[in-house]
């Protein structure tokens, strides 16, 4: 069983950097991908980034490319999303997800995580 809590969520004006945590707790962290998800007021879940269990693979969402950059730490069981040059647009919850991939292999399809999800950080981008 892998418990997931996500921390580093605020307030911060458009165009600031936020990075949001991950922290897991159960066995095997290191066989999981790690998937990152928002879901904005009245809109689907949608995904935004993931790593792979090995090989350090990552894939993103086209309106993150460039800005967003996800990673992983297996000795602290945390993975990490860093967010720069944020627009209001980048607004909702964000949560984040586990998932068993083959090596070095992940993707942002919702329907591919159904495993172990986090209760969500709130990030509000906002003048």
């Known amino acids: 069983q892998l418990q997931l809590v996500e921390s580093g969520g605020g307030l911060v004006q458009p165009g600031g950097s936020l990075r949001l945590s991950c922290a897991t707790s159960?066995?095997?962290?290191?066989?999981?991908?790690i998937g990152w998800f928002r879901q904005a007021p009245g809109k689907e879940r949608e995904g935004v980034s993931c790593i792979s269990s090995v090989g350090g693979a990552t894939s993103y969402a086209d309106a993150v490319k460039g800005r967003f950059t996800v990673s992983r730490d297996n000795a602290k069981n945390t993975a990490y999303l860093q967010m720069n040059n944020l627009k209001p647009e980048d607004t909702a919850v964000y949560y984040c997800a586990g998932e068993f991939f083959g090596p070095a292999r992940c993707n942002t399809n919702r329907a591919a995580w159904n495993r172990y999800w986090g209760q969500g950080t709130q990030v509000t981008v906002s003048s």
């Open positions: 159960g066995f095997s962290f290191g066989v999981y991908a």
